[in-house]
C-alpha cells in the first residue's frame, strides 16, 4: 500500500506550491519536482494534477514575470524521475509504457457493462478478454484502454449513473451491510466524524478563496479523476488529508465563536440596582 508515501508527497508538494507562491527560489522549484516526481512514481495519476499546479503558479506570479525557465525546472525533475522506468518498460516490452500498466485495466473493469449502474457489482472480478491473452503488460494496457473508452462512448448515460453510483460509495461514511462491523466503526468514526467540520471549514474558505485555490483543484482534480476510473475509498485519503486543514479553520472558528461567548459579560439576567460604591458613598 502506497498511501502514507503517496499522502506525504502530496501535502508536501502543495505547501511548496504555497511557498512559490509567495517566494519562489530555484531551490523551492526543485523540491516541487521531486515531490511531485516522487508521487508520481506512486501513483501514476498524480501526472495528470502536475499540469494544473503548474498553471496555477503561472498565474498566480502572471504579473511578476516569473521566467519559463523556472517554471520548467520541476517538469525535467519529474522527467529525470520517470524517464529510468520508461526507459526500463521499453527495454523488458519493446513497447512504450510510461511508468505501468494498471491504468487500462482500471478503466476496463470499472466501467464494463456487466456492472450495470451499481458499482457493488465491481466486487466481481472482471476478467481481461480471452482474444487478449499472451499481449505483454504495454501491449494489454493499451488495448484495455481502448475498450473502456469504448464502454463509456457506447453508453453514456449508462456511464453516468454508473458514476454517480461510484460517488456514493467514494464518499460513503455510514454502515454498510456488506462490510464487517469494524470496517463500519472505522468508517463512522473517522470520515464520518470529519465531514461536518470539512464542510463547514470550506465555507468559511469562500471568503479567501484564493489563499485556498491550490487545494480546491487538487481535492476537485483528484476525486474526478478516480470517480471517473475506479472509486476505491483508499484513493480517497489523499483527499481527506487535504480537507483535514478545512476541518482545522472549522474547529478554530469554533473554537474562537465559544471563547466569546463564554466571556460574554451576563448583565441581561443581572436586576437593576444601584452601583456598590454608590452604596458605601452613602453609608
Given amino acids: 500500500m ?6 506525504v508527497l502530496v501535502l508536501l508538494s502543495l505547501h511548496l506550491s504555497l511557498e512559490l507562491k509567495e ?29 494544473l499546479l503548474l498553471l496555477w503558479l503561472a498565474w498566480e506570479h502572471r504579473t511578476d ?6 517554471l520548467a525546472l520541476p517538469v525535467v525533475v519529474i522527467v529525470s524521475l520517470i524517464l529510468p522506468w520508461t526507459i526500463r518498460n521499453y527495454v523488458a516490452y519493446r513497447e512504450f509504457l510510461l511508468l505501468n500498466s494498471n491504468g487500462g485495466y482500471a478503466l ?9 449502474t451499481d458499482w457493488r457489482n465491481e ?51 455510514w454502515p454498510s451491510r456488506d462490510s464487517s462491523a469494524v470496517s463500519n466503526w472505522n468508517r463512522v ?11 463547514v471549514g470550506l465555507c468559511l474558505s469562500l471568503s479567501r478563496w484564493r489563499s485556498f485555490l491550490v ?16 472509486p476505491a475509498p483508499r484513493y480517497r485519503l489523499p483527499v481527506d488529508a487535504v480537507l483535514m486543514i478545512f476541518a482545522g479553520l ?18 441581561a439576567n443581572r436586576p437593576i440596582s444601584e452601583p456598590r460604591g454608590h452604596e458605601r458613598a452613602a453609608t
Fill in 250 to 267: 472549522a474547529v478554530v472558528d469554533l473554537a474562537h465563536r465559544s471563547r466569546l461567548w463564554l466571556r460574554r459579560p451576563a448583565v
Fill in 123 to 173: 466486487r466481481v472480478v472482471v476478467p481481461v478478454p480471452k482474444e487478449l491473452a499472451g499481449q505483454n503488460e504495454a501491449q494489454l494496457d493499451r488495448a484495455l484502454t481502448r475498450r473502456g473508452i469504448q464502454f463509456i462512448l457506447a453508453d453514456p448515460e449508462r456511464y453516468l449513473r454508473l458514476t454517480l453510483d461510484k460517488t456514493l460509495e467514494y464518499f460513503r461514511f
Fill in 215 to 230: 487545494l480546491y483543484l487538487f481535492v476537485v482534480g483528484h476525486t474526478v479523476i478516480h470517480l471517473l476510473s475506479w
Fill in 108 to 116: 476496463y473493469a470499472s466501467n464494463n457493462p456487466g456492472l450495470g
Fill in 65 to 70: 514575470r516569473v521566467q519559463w525557465r523556472s
Fill in 2 to 7: 502506497t498511501e502514507t508515501f503517496f499522502i
Fill in 23 to 51: 517566494d519562489p527560489t530555484p531551490v523551492r522549484w526543485v523540491g516541487l519536482g521531486l515531490a511531485l516526481g516522487l508521487a508520481s512514481l506512486l501513483r501514476q495519476s498524480m501526472l495528470l494534477l502536475v499540469p
Fill in 189 to 199: 468514526l473517522s470520515f464520518g466524524l470529519y465531514v461536518p467540520f470539512m464542510v
